[in-house]
């Protein structure tokens, strides 16, 4: 996805991006179970500063938030407002004082400029527009030892199951909703993508594991900084 359009549609898409999540990747395809273990293989957090790209509204927050404690922090990270601004109100609402937001490109991540301990992306680097470049940045910030750990489709379709059959209604639900461009939901250039996406991984990280759901499509990375 071009970045103007990351922008685009995710600041029409925010005021109904949560509900839209809880139906589609809770309730039907139950993958939000998932979230909460690819935090977990960050480890020992407490006292971390943990970067989060792609936060959007804040799903992973309550899962960061006791896990850092009063001497940890979050950097959420996101390039729409509309997403901000709805995690903003999630904060306040929660009274958390230990995340700061940033408004930012995930290629570049520019804005980021201090050591990261942990990083996680969940549904967000497969639709950057350079994941090479992002997962370059990623490791350039973090500490030696950091760890590493991300949740995302490496196909747009599984290769059997119910989901298989449903993919041209979701294909569609998803390009309305705004959440996804043609080009992120074409199975051909996301799997190159995240060849791309593993080589480097695999020249900057250690002790890569990787693990798999949705019959395929979905993928769990983990590792961590030399």
């Not at 209604?169 to 995240?194: C, F, H, M, T």
């Not at 991984?201 to 961590?224: K, T």
Request: with cysteine.
């Amino acid at each position: 996805m071009k970045l103007h359009e990351v922008s685009e549609n995710y600041d029409s898409a925010a005021r109904y991006y949560d509900r839209l999540t809880d139906i589609v990747f809770g309730r039907i395809l139950k993958l939000e179970k998932y979230r909460g273990h690819t935090i977990d293989l960050l480890g020992d957090l407490d006292g971390a500063t943990v970067l989060d790209v792609g936060c959007g509204t804040g799903r992973n927050f309550p899962l960061l938030v006791e896990r850092v404690g009063k001497q940890g922090k979050i950097i959420g990270v996101d390039y729409s407002e509309g997403m901000l601004e709805q995690a903003q109100r999630s904060i306040r609402t929660e009274g958390w004082r230990n995340i700061e937001l940033i408004c930012d490109d995930a290629a570049r991540l520019d804005r980021v400029t201090e050591p990261i301990d942990a990083v996680t992306a969940i549904w967000c680097l497969g639709i950057v527009y350079d994941l090479e470049a992002s997962l370059n940045r990623i490791a350039d910030l973090m500490r030696p030892g950091g760890r590493f750990a991300t949740m995302d489709f490496e196909k747009s379709r599984p290769d059997k199951g119910l989901l298989r059959w449903l993919y041209p209604v979701y294909r569609i639900v998803l390009q309305y909703a705004g959440i996804d461009s043609p080009e992120d939901l074409d199975n051909a250039k996301l799997e190159a993508k995240w060849a791309r996406g593993k080589g480097v991984l695999r020249e900057r990280l250690i002790g890569l594991r990787e693990e798999h759901y949705l019959n395929g499509a979905g993928m769990i990375i983990e590792g961590r900084k030399s």
